[in-house]
T-cell receptor, first 112, second 112 residues
């Protein structure tokens, strides 16, 4: 039982490059979330999805896009990476808002 | 803006002592959750307390909720070295909320 799996675990990008972070969950959860975690800032919600084919903006959505084409996958895209997007990105999922969220182990992204 | 704010930001105690962390929030909630994050890992759910509950226990963990003061506390009794981690509270935003808002966390260090 893998839970929530994030790929890649580490990545270094140059400013202006693009990339996609993948989140996969095997718990048949409806809700999925993308957060970023920066020192002293806690977790901030980037985008979330309440079901297959749906997405919604969170607290800090600028510079990111997401897609939820399959229920088990939630993709986070950076179209033109900027140094301010250097962070640790976490994906989480749950069956509905009132239930605990299950987290992946994060993607550490550095943008030079 | 952060819905939940933890206090203190950092706490260092001796093994065997009790650790208390506090969380304050701003708006009405349906439930409040506590999570733990070990270094380099994702968050792990510890306990969920609903707005109509005042206290909840899970093993060595005790959570209280005071909705009149918009605050919660997490008590870890008989601390162990393995309890060293960051602890976060998370709240929804009441009726119709589809997401959680996390505080900035308390960094707990248990000294052997």
């Amino acid at each position: 039982n893998a839970g929530v799996t994030q790929t890649p675990k580490f990545r270094v990008l140059k400013t202006g490059q693009s990339m996609t972070l993948l989140c996969a969950q095997d718990m048949n959860h409806e809700y999925m979330y993308w957060y970023r975690q920066d020192p002293g800032m806690g977790l901030r919600l980037i985008h979330y999805s309440v079901g297959e084919g749906t997405t919604a903006k969170g607290e800090v959505p600028d510079g990111y896009n997401v897609s939820r084409l399959k229920k088990q996958n939630f993709l986070l895209g950076l179209e033109s990476a900027a140094p301010s997007q250097t962070s640790v990105y976490f994906c989480a999922s749950n069956s509905w808002i009132g239930q605990p969220q299950h987290f992946g182990d994060g993607t550490r992204l550095s943008i030079l | 803006s952060q819905q939940g704010e933890e206090d203190p930001q950092a706490l260092s105690i001796q093994e065997g002592e009790n650790a208390t962390m506090n969380c304050s929030y701003k708006t009405s909630i349906n439930n409040l959750q506590w999570y733990r994050q070990n270094s380099g890992r994702g968050l792990v759910h510890l306990i969920l307390i609903r707005s109509n509950e005042r206290e909840k226990h899970s093993g060595r963990l005790r959570v209280t909720l005071d909705t009149s003061k918009k605050s919660s506390s997490l008590l870890i009794t008989a601390s162990r070295a393995a309890d060293t981690a960051s602890y976060f509270c998370a709240t929804d935003a009441g009726q119709g909320a589809q997401k959680l808002v996390f505080g900035q966390g308390t960094r707990l260090t248990i000294n052997p």
